[in-house]
């Protein structure tokens, strides 16, 4: 009997000693990633502050805002990038997105319906 209890304590070790190794290798990972859209947010500031405004860096950075959970910051951007280009169905689809997380379903759903009718407009003019 005691020898099935050192073989079952030895293998509980070796599963757990495992599991500890996958834990830790999903933290680093996800340090990994908060890194990666942290220096890409620096990143995109620097270029905002160096340059004209663009609509493409606002909605980049955006984008950026809502990978990290940030869902306001998101919405500031996707609103500099309608200043921008008012017409651009990118930055009514991003407000949508923004105004979702932050649980504003109605104001979504119009911003959608504008980014749909601003696209079928452009798409009208370029076939017509």
């Known amino acids: 009997m005691l020898i099935i ?28 990633g908060r890194r990666r859209v942290t220096s890409a947010l620096q990143q995109n500031q620097l270029v905002a502050m ?3 405004p663009s609509a493409t860096v606002f909605a980049r950075r955006g984008l950026s805002y809502l ?3 940030q869902p306001e910051l ?3 951007d ?3 990038a309608q200043v921008c ?3 651009w169905p990118t930055a009514f689809y991003l407000q949508a997105l923004a105004l ?8 979504a759903q119009d911003m959608l319906n504008d980014g ?13």
Do not use: I, Y
Not at 100 to 107: A, F, H, N, P, V
Not at 116 to 128: P, Y
């Open 50 to 52: 160096m340059s004209v």
């Open 74 to 76: 998101a919405l500031r």
């Open 85 to 87: 280009m008012p017409e």
């Open 5 to 32: 209890s050192v073989v079952w304590s030895e293998e509980n070790e070796e599963v757990e000693a495992g599991e500890k190794v996958e834990a830790e290798k999903e933290e680093k990972e996800e340090e990994v």
């Open 78 to 80: 996707a609103m500099q």
């Open 100 to 107: 979702s997380k932050l649980g504003m379903e109605t104001d």
């Open 67 to 69: 990978m990290s959970g």
């Open 116 to 128: 749909a009718a601003f696209e079928a407009k452009r798409q009208s003019g370029w076939h017509g």
